[in-house]
Nanobody, 120 residues
Framework: VQLQASGGGPVQAGDSLRLSCQPS????????MGWFRQTPGKEREFVAG??????STYYKDSVKGRFIISRDGDTVYLQMNSLQPDDTAVYYC????????????????WGQGTQVTVSS
């Protein structure tokens, strides 16, 4: 399975952006898809995730109320609202075969990353 991420770009503070991630193969109900982000010199951090089967969702505290992760068919979306300059990063979608996790090294498949740049 490969992951295709898209939707990044430059926006102004307060704007919204929707990222998409589509797997090339089948995922199973026990899998977990997460979105991570990374800025230069820092480790990737968990932003949001969704259980593939039951579609329950999880968020980093700083994005709760602003970001919404959802799944429609085989595509997972990350709706990002009220974007701030601190949200600037390369965003990656990833799949964990072991289920829910916020740890980067628990993920088995990674998409190619999409750049989000928020200007003040």
């Amino acid at each position: 399975v490969q992951l295709q991420a898209s939707g990044g770009g430059p926006v102004q503070a307060g704007d919204s952006l929707r990222l998409s991630c589509q797997p090339s193969g089948r995922l199973y109900s026990s899998h977990f898809m997460g979105w991570f982000r990374q800025t230069p010199g820092k480790e990737r951090e968990f932003v949001a995730g969704i259980r593939w089967g039951v579609r329950s969702t999880y968020y980093k505290d700083s994005v709760k109320g602003r970001f919404i992760i959802s799944r429609d068919g085989d595509t997972v979306y990350l709706q990002m609202n009220s974007l701030q300059p601190d949200d600037t990063a390369v965003y990656y979608c990833a799949v964990s075969y072991r289920g829910l996790s916020t740890l980067e090294n628990h993920y088995n498949i990674w998409g190619q990353g999409t750049q989000v740049t928020v200007s003040s």
